[in-house]
């Protein structure tokens, strides 16, 4: 991939996303900070970008709503030229509950957010950047995790079957697209320190859990960040259509 290079991460005010704009930055991305509702903590993200000499910029929008995202595709191209590289970060967990009691209105929100935005977001990506409509090709990461395989009974069944279907999108999508000169991957995240355990509503959450893992810790989001840029870079060019599981041994 030829410099620029520039990457759209969504969901990037926080956890995962602040981490892998930061990383990204440090091998000399372009970065677009896009986030919904928190202006302070995006335009932290890119201050610390920019005082390391990175370029970065924000930009707000709900990526759940296909028309926001062609909106803020057009943005980003107006700040940094096309873009050559996204990740499909944002991500909202609802709360902590079993099947029977869960809201509709939670069901419905989980997966507008883990996964049709992933969808709304790969559209408007793949018409700007697949050799077959004239772009240059690039590279997208998903960020799924690894409830994806054990379904989370008693806690988010919802979660985690947005997350599988983001991964059979993921799978879909990278055959679909091989020969246009993009590749498509995805991180399985297992127990990482983010707020997503309190969001869910058990802020507990990730000490009950982490000496349960084998490596007998959570993992930090700079350990998955390192793991997307990597998809990312061409040191990846030859994968395509894989999940990494990023879970400490599980």
Known sequence: MSSPR??????????????????????????????????????AVVADI??????????RADVSRADAVQDLFERAVAAFGPVTHLVNNAGVPGRIGRVEALDPAVLVRT???????????????????????????GAIVNVSSMASRTGSPGELVHYAAAKAALEAFNYGLASEVATEGIRVNAVACGLIETDIHAEAGDAARLQRYATRMPMQRAGRPEEVAEAIVWL???????????????????
């Open 6 to 43: 520039h990457l759209l991460i969504t969901g990037a005010g926080r956890g995962i996303g602040a981490a892998t704009a930061r990383r990204a930055a440090r091998e000399g991305y372009r970065v677009c900070v896009n986030y919904v509702a928190n202006d302070a903590a995006a335009g």
């Open 50 to 59: 920019r005082a390391a000499g990175g370029e970065a910029v924000a930009l």
């Open 232 to 250: 990312l870079s061409d040191a990846a060019s030859y994968i395509t259509g894989t999940v990494l599981p990023v879970a400490g041994g599980r």
């Open 111 to 137: 997966f507008e957010v883990n996964v049709f935005a992933a969808f709304h977001c790969a559209q408007a990506f793949v018409r700007r950047a697949s050799t077959r409509h004239g772009g240059v090709g």
